[in-house]
């Protein structure tokens, strides 16, 4: 599988990019996954429900399926902060590409989203992982990067930047190690 980041300040156009390549990709007949960086109090599940229930009563994991989708729940006895890699190892294996939103500061190769009017300083000096920059006014960068510049309103052509330099990202989970 191949993995890309994205990164950028909130109000810079992450999810509408992200949710734009995946149509992209799909196009391209390609399977799509996305791992999601989210605030520590989010919840999926609704009080009263089965698996809300399931998980009220102290259990660690719950598992609910349908012919249609599959959903893991779990549920830390102490607060564990998971990165990427951990996210990674719990994908289905078939997939070609997973877009990977909110993990800022991971150490997977990211395409920074930048938008001047998010008022925000860019990322891309500050992390080697950045290797190009999705904006509306590339010429903010002109002379200062040697990083592609690609056009955050055109989510085709980043998606074939993103396949024509598919090599590059392929994920080695042998690489990443670790526990929580």
Do not use: C
């Not at 992200?18 to 996305?34: F, P, Q, T, Y």
């Amino acid at each position: 599988m191949k993995v890309i980041g994205f990164a950028g300040f909130s109000g810079s156009g992450k999810t509408t990019l992200v949710e734009s390549l995946i149509g992209a990709l799909k196009i391209r007949g390609l399977r799509v996954s996305v791992v999601k960086h989210a605030h520590h109090a989010f919840d999926i599940d609704h009080p009263g429900k089965d698996t809300f229930r399931h998980r009220e009563a102290g259990a660690f994991e719950v598992v609910v399926a349908s012919s249609k989708r599959v959903a893991l729940m779990r549920e830390f006895e102490k607060e564990a902060e998971l990165n990427v890699h951990h996210l990674l190892a719990e994908l289905y294996d078939g997939v070609d590409w997973v877009l990977v939103e909110g993990f800022k500061r991971s150490d997977i190769q990211k395409i920074e989203v930048y938008r001047p009017s998010a008022g925000k300083p860019a990322l891309y000096d500050e992390d080697d992982f950045i290797v190009a920059i999705a904006t509306d006014a590339p010429q903010v960068f002109e002379g200062k990067t040697l990083r592609p510049v690609l056009d955050v309103n055109s989510a085709d052509s980043i998606a074939q930047w993103l396949v024509d330099q598919g090599d590059r990202f392929e994920y080695d989970a042998s690489r990443y190690t670790g526990s929580l």
